[in-house]
């Protein structure tokens, strides 16, 4: 049985999509695989995330708990699972635009997901994702639970590049 290892990355002001990230951290480890979890940073400036004393803490809070992805934890992956939250993508596809300078990215699945699965937060990442060169993997079913669905959706993508890796096709 192949080893996978799984790149959870993350963007969150507000905690939502933090736990939609760890969720299907979670879910990738109950596969057996290895995981990185990071958090990209924020776009806005100081003063905007000053004016809003839930996103500062939130942000205090999350800058001590996560580091930011580093140049080598893409390349180490075998799956880039990329969470957002629903009302905005920019960090993460940056993030994402990034990835073929850092290193071959075909062969490698990106798994996005947002609370409730919602196509506007999803689309341009599926688009940057797929214009680096990875595979990118359909979103899970939005559920009434999305924490379950998200670690349903870890341990599917984990399953995948294993499978993948099992055939040599990785």
Same mark, same amino acid.
């Given at each position: ?77 075998? +799956?880039?699972?990329?969470? /957002? !939250?629903?009302?905005?993508s920019a960090?993460?596809? #940056?993030?994402? %635009?990034? &990835?073929?300078? @850092? ?7 990106a798994a ?23 595979? +990118?993997?359909?979103?899970? /079913? !939005?559920s009434s ?5 998200? #670690?349903?959706? %870890?341990? &599917?993508?984990? @399953? ?11």
């Amino acid at each position: 049985m192949a080893e996978v290892n799984v790149l959870v990355v993350f963007y969150s002001r507000y905690g939502k999509a933090e736990q939609l990230a760890l969720a299907a951290g979670l879910g990738a480890i109950q596969t057996k695989s290895n995981i990185r979890l990071r958090r990209v940073a924020d776009l806005a400036d100081p003063a905007t995330i000053a004016a809003d004393p839930v996103w500062k803490q939130n942000l205090d809070r999350m800058n001590m708990d996560y580091v930011a992805p580093r140049p080598a934890d893409p390349v180490w992956a075998d +799956v880039i699972i990329l969470a /957002t !939250p629903e009302d905005s993508s920019a960090e993460v596809e #940056r993030y994402v %635009g990034l &990835l073929p300078a @850092l290193g071959v990215m075909a062969g490698k699945i990106a798994a996005p997901l947002a609370p409730g699965n919602h196509e506007s937060a999803l689309k341009p990442i599926y688009a940057a994702a797929a214009c680096a060169g990875l595979i +990118v993997a359909p979103a899970q /079913t !939005p559920s009434s639970d999305g924490v379950a669905s998200a #670690r349903a959706y %870890g341990r &599917l993508v984990s @399953l995948m590049a294993r499978a993948l890796k099992d055939r040599g096709e990785t």
